[in-house]
């Protein structure tokens, strides 16, 4: 079975930096397949933040493009989002997930409903 189990997150005043990690097992991440970040606040709806290939090319939100890295270790089957210069309006739960099915960055960003295994999530919360 699938598993993504999440790590990070926390309170930060704003303009600091945090680190969000994401351990997969169970999940075969070869060529065109996707791993990805997402984040949900309350009384919204789930977006994209930035999603990766296992090839390591990247795609990201307009919202947190410069600020945020996403990136990945292989060999340890972990995937990572780096965030700096946060800001209030980044504060969210935010998941990680893989998609079972092959498709680019840019395209994972947009289709959240393909991602089939998601970890539980970890709250980000920006303070101004």
């Known amino acids: 079975q699938v598993r993504l189990v999440q790590s990070g997150g926390g309170s930060v005043q704003s303009g600091g930096s945090l680190r969000l990690s994401c351990a997969a097992s169970?999940?075969?991440?070869?060529?065109?397949?996707?791993m990805g970040w997402f984040r949900q606040a309350p009384g919204k709806e789930r977006e994209g933040v930035a999603a990766i290939d296992s090839d390591g090319t990247t795609s990201y939100a307009d919202s947190v493009k410069g600020r945020f890295t996403i990136s990945q270790d292989n060999a340890k089957n972990t995937l990572y989002l780096q965030m700096t210069s946060l800001k209030p309006e980044d504060s969210a739960m935010y998941y990680c997930?893989?998609?079972?099915?092959?498709?680019?960055?840019?395209?994972?960003?947009?289709?959240?409903?393909?991602?089939?295994?998601w970890g539980q999530g970890t709250q980000v919360t920006v303070s101004s």
């Open positions: 997930a893989a998609a079972p099915a092959r498709m680019t960055p840019f395209q994972a960003l947009g289709v959240m409903g393909r991602f089939g295994y």
């Open positions: 169970g999940y075969t991440y070869n060529s065109g397949r996707c």
